[in-house]
């Protein structure tokens, strides 16, 4: 067992001045355990210099030097610095305060080096190379050091050990193969193996080639025995060719050497061709899809050529992402190549080493690792192709993306079934076919910026790039016909395609769809297949659809102008939509001074927003909510146009004709002619015309049928919400120049009520109706609604009435009473059996029957005498309320029960008021105004009679006794209590009986309420601020 070296404690206190005592410690460790070798040393008086050989784990060069009590040091560890040093120049430093002190006590008058002479020098088999230890000179033994040792000069002169020089020269590395090497045959190297040769030249430009580089700390000059300090980053690279060894691939000695390239004191080359002489040519790459020897897969090959198509052999970065042949074979498992490829994904995105702790797996981890950091590190790969005998350049960020689009779009398990083939000259996957197809047209995306071409089956692929166009054929001011122009290639495309897929496979090519291309697919289909009237097709396989268009879809032949479909409009009508879409914000038009001082802001942007509409001749939906005065903004709009128009024709719900009437009245001078009641006849001299949706319907084709009006208002169009109802066709047979449509719920059941609205306010607006009628998924909600946004104006209370009083709604869970639970379980129970044995063509009338059977037993039940628990709880309410002086509404769907309702009230001796469906408009004027301005304390109110049309803001409590499975109905009768003009906090009370359908019918409201705020979302500024954008135009296509 080897003594420990005792060092006397006065050198260990002398080293306390230069060195911590952490330092120290280990220094002692070092001297106990390494070994030291002093190269050089020498002595004056007050000052010393000492320079040697440090191995702990590894060798290190070490210098120290004193002068007048200034201690300095130098080490190439990366533990050194200035002014702490390092360990292994403590350790030294007490070496050599250990020896000085041994010879002190020897009477020895100078420090020399202890050298063991062997009677001979050393020497080196070849030249050029690099000596990994002094045991493998010629001559050595295995315990040799360096500094130990002569060595015998081409001259055959002996020198010790010479002390280590700056490099002030060049270091040459000449990479040959080693196929040329007679000491490599056995090895039987392939072209790719290269083996590096060294030479030095001198400042002066004299060559040495008979040179030695001493691992990778010196060059040894056998022919002047001088030796050469390396500088940090070349010993750095030489270290990593100890490890890797120096016959190699050419790739690795590359991705080992390129940080060298750059370096004053190196000179690279290739087969004895400097590297800078070395023509450097861009590598380019493409891949191809074939049929695959795997059943059920394809072969996704990718192949790297140069300018002239010459196929260039991949670098070895290429195996970091392979299997056979590459590294992640190396894997234990396969699982753990997969989850080493996620990490090292994710590592790539968020610039992190965690891929490093999933590669443990790897037999072949060192070099997996060392070509991960080398791309990861480098903004290019250098590489050369030995056969070619020139160095390529691959993009380093091309490359990454090929990295992670193979597993991010073909999946993970890419991997399982990839080859590297050096001799083939490429590398591939095998991938399920589903896999390839359903990715490819991602891969392509995101690729396509590096121009990489893609092939299947020896044809390019590509997105889809049509020569569809348009040729007008006749137009007047409302409509024009064109005919659609299509190839026989491109119509093929058009029919095979699913707008859910990204590409199709047509006439044996592989057409990808991106967004653009899927948009105006989209459109094709619907002309040729929905929309066409007509068509044919000439001598060169093209075919012509005939096509009618309305004028308000000249934005969606505008948009697929971009798309390159040419020669649907005319010059005006881009110049038109040019001007509409650079639109910055609405523009002002002149407003009489009595408007000015009544109208509220958002009042004048509705009005300046129909007036601009109207002025470029497209039609507008009004949705404000109930009680934000639309009827006056429209006013507003006809007294300011009046003297450019003839005929004015509104339509209303005969509830609100007499409304209409006196707000003309009180807010213009305009001349009003009432077409209602028996006896009526059309006045000639009348511009405007009040209607009600009865008499519309049946006079549409006789009184209305040869009119034609400037401008057409239809007032609460959500009476005509069904497209396929007698009203709503009979609107669409009027004519009329500009349509406005006014409106506080513009869909109540589903999205073809949306539709059809909209299409009564700018018809043809979507083409084709039926083809929207059937979907109303999230995505064809906000295309409708983002296809409508410039001609639907809506704003709410709460974003423009922020003055009204306070609104709580109250859902108030009441339960039966035994008795009423009894007869209501027992008439579930008759039902349910009733509709099993029910005939399937009468269903769905007996489950609407059914429904409101149950319903009306939730409000009240004759059985041996009436019980009403709701009727229970409105009296205990209304008691207190009227005590208080409260004005109170009462909402009902049924007039029996309003019936119940009126007795019990009678009984309690209140005045009330009601409207029902019963009752002529001067009737319900007379009950509205006791009820404003009179002593009626309680107004009871069918929810159909009197939900739209009427203001009572005199009210501060409402009732809605039964609740109805639309809520937009349940808000309109709210509304009209809660509108402008209302001063008191309002409270609505919804009484629910539990455990009964009334809680089903509460989930249904839930589901109405989320369409309409799909459609018109509060949050969407664009729909309640009346500014018309160059994206509002934009989106009726996108």
């Not at 009040?690 to 609460?716: A, H, P, Q, R, V």
Request: aromatic share 12%; net charge negative.
């Amino acid at each position: 067992m080897q003594k420990p070296t005792i060092i006397p404690h006065h050198i260990i206190e002398s080293g306390k001045a230069f060195f911590a005592q952490n330092l120290i410690m280990k220094a002692q460790r070092i001297i106990e355990y390494g070994r030291i070798n002093i190269s050089f040393s020498k002595e004056r008086e007050d000052r010393y210099i000492v320079s040697g050989i440090v191995s702990e784990s590894q060798p290190h060069q070490v210098k120290i030097q004193s002068q007048s009590g200034n201690f300095s040091s130098n080490c190439n560890c990366h533990l050194w610095n200035e002014e702490t040093h390092c360990p292994h120049v403590a350790a030294l430093y007490l070496h050599y305060s250990l020896s000085k002190n041994y010879l002190n006590d020897n009477q020895t008058d100078q420090l020399k080096s202890q050298v063991v002479f062997h009677g001979h020098g050393v020497h080196v088999e070849n030249y050029g190379t690099i000596v990994k230890g002094a045991s493998k000179l010629m001559g050595a033994n295995m315990n040799s050091t360096y500094s130990s040792l002569q060595y015998l000069l081409t001259s055959r002169k002996i020198i010790n050990f010479p002390l280590p020089q700056e490099l002030s020269g060049t270091l040459h590395i000449n990479f040959l193969p080693c196929e040329d090497f007679e000491r490599f045959e056995v090895f039987n190297p392939d072209p790719e193996t290269f083996f590096p040769l060294f030479w030095y030249e001198d400042e002066e430009g004299k060559e040495y080639r008979k040179i030695s580089l001493l691992e990778n700390h010196y060059i040894f000059n056998w022919e002047l025995g001088e030796l050469y300090k390396l500088p940090n980053i070349v010993s750095d690279t030489l270290k990593k060719t100890l490890v890797s060894g120096e016959m190699n691939s050419i790739h690795e000695h590359l991705r080992l050497y390129t940080p060298l390239i750059d370096h004053a004191q190196v000179d690279v080359s290739i087969n004895d061709k400097k590297f800078s002489d070395i023509e450097i040519e861009n590598a380019n790459i493409r891949f191809s899809i074939k049929a695959s020897s795997r059943k059920g897969y394809l072969d996704f090959k990718g192949e790297l050529f140069d300018k002239e198509e010459r196929l260039i052999a991949p670098p070895l970065i290429f195996k970091t992402m392979l299997s056979d042949g590459g590294f992640l074979n190396s894997f234990r498992t396969k699982n753990d190549s997969y989850d080493f490829i996620k990490i090292l994904l994710d590592s790539i995105e968020y610039d992190n080493s965690e891929y490093k702790k999933f590669s443990y797996s790897s037999s072949e981890r060192g070099k997996l690792i060392d070509w991960i950091e080398y791309f990861l590190e480098r903004t290019d790969i250098i590489f050369y192709d030995s056969g070619l005998r020139k160095l390529f350049i691959l993009n380093n960020e091309l490359f990454k993306d090929i990295y992670r689009c193979v597993f991010e779009f073909f999946g993970l398990t890419a991997a399982r079934f990839s080859f590297y083939q050096k001799a083939d000259k490429n590398f591939y996957f095998q991938l399920p076919k589903n896999h390839l197809l359903n990715g490819i047209s991602d891969f392509y995306r995101q690729t396509r910026k590096y121009q990489i071409p893609i092939f299947y089956n020896n044809n390019e692929v590509k997105t889809w790039n049509s020569n569809i166009r348009f040729e007008r054929e006749r137009s007047n001011m409302d409509w024009f016909e064109l005919k659609l122009v299509v190839s026989d290639e491109d119509y093929d495309i058009i029919r095979q395609a699913d707008l859910g897929e990204d590409m199709l496979i047509s006439n044996d090519q592989l057409v990808l769809m991106d967004s653009k291309e899927k948009e105006l697919l989209k459109f094709m289909k619907k002309y040729t297949k929905h929309e066409q009237q007509g068509k044919e097709m000439n001598q060169d396989q093209v075919q012509k659809f005939s096509l009618n268009f309305k004028r308000a879809r000249i934005f969606e032949l505008f948009e697929l102008k971009k798309h390159g479909i040419e020669g649907a409009l005319t010059s005006e009508e881009e110049v038109l939509c040019e001007n509409l879409l650079n639109l910055k914000e609405m523009p002002k038009f002149p407003v009489s001074s009595h408007f000015q001082e009544i109208a509220r802001d958002y009042q004048l942007t509705g009005y300046h927003w129909l007036r601009f509409l109207f002025k470029n001749k497209f039609g507008a939906c009004l949705a404000d909510d109930m009680g934000l005065g639309k009827t006056l903004q429209t006013i507003m709009f006809i007294e300011s146009i009046i003297d450019q128009v003839e005929k004015v024709l509104i339509i209303c719900p005969v509830s609100i004709l007499l409304n209409w009437k006196n707000e003309i009245d009180k807010f213009s001078s305009l001349d009003v002619e009432m077409y209602y009641g028996d006896g009526r006849k059309l006045d000639g001299d009348k511009k405007i015309i009040i209607t009600s949706y009865g008499i519309m319907k049946k006079e549409s084709y006789t009184t209305f049928k040869d009119l034609n009006f400037d401008i057409l208002i239809m007032d609460e169009v959500q009476h005509l919400k069904n497209i396929r109802s007698q009203g709503a066709i009979a609107a669409r047979n009027l004519s009329a120049n500009f349509r406005i449509c006014l409106t506080g719920t513009p869909v109540e059941n589903d999205l073809s009520e949306f539709y059809n609205i909209m299409d009564l306010s700018i018809p043809g607006i979507w083409g084709d109706l039926s083809l929207f009628r059937s979907s109303s998924s999230k995505k064809s909600r906000l295309l409708a609604r983002q296809t409508v946004r410039p001609f639907i104006l809506r704003r709410t209370k709460e974003q423009v009435l922020t003055e009204l009083p306070e609104k709580i709604e109250n859902h108030i869970y009441l339960s039966f009473s035994e008795v009423e639970r009894q007869h209501y379980l027992s008439s579930l129970v008759g039902i349910k059996n009733r509709m099993q044995n029910i005939q399937q063509g009468r269903k769905y009338s007996e489950i609407l029957k059914s429904l409101l059977q149950l319903r009306q037993l939730c409000l009240w039940q004759n059985s041996e005498s009436m019980r009403s628990t709701k009727i229970d709880f409105l009296i205990e309410n209304l008691e207190q309320l009227v005590e208080e002086g409260h004005k109170v509404l009462v909402f009902s769907q049924f007039t029996t029960y309003l019936d119940l309702i009126q007795n019990k009230v009678r009984e309690n001796s209140w005045k009330f008021a009601r409207i029902d469906g019963s009752q002529t408009m001067k009737r319900r004027q007379a009950e509205v105004e006791s009820f404003q301005d009179g002593d009626a304390q309680i107004f009871l109110i069918s929810l159909k009679a009197g939900g739209v049309g009427l203001n009572l803001t005199a009210a501060s409590y409402i009732f809605l006794m039964d609740p109805w499975w639309n809520p937009a109905v349940e808000s309109q009768a709210i509304d009209r209590a809660y509108r402008i003009g209302q001063e008191n906090k309002l409270t609505v009370y919804r009484p629910i009986i539990k455990d009964s359908v009334e809680e089903k019918v509460l989930v249904l409201q839930n589901t109405k309420r989320e369409l309409f705020r799909d459609l018109m979302a509060d949050d969407d500024e664009n729909f309640y601020s009346g500014k018309l954008t160059m994206e509002d135009f934009q989106n009726l296509l996108s």
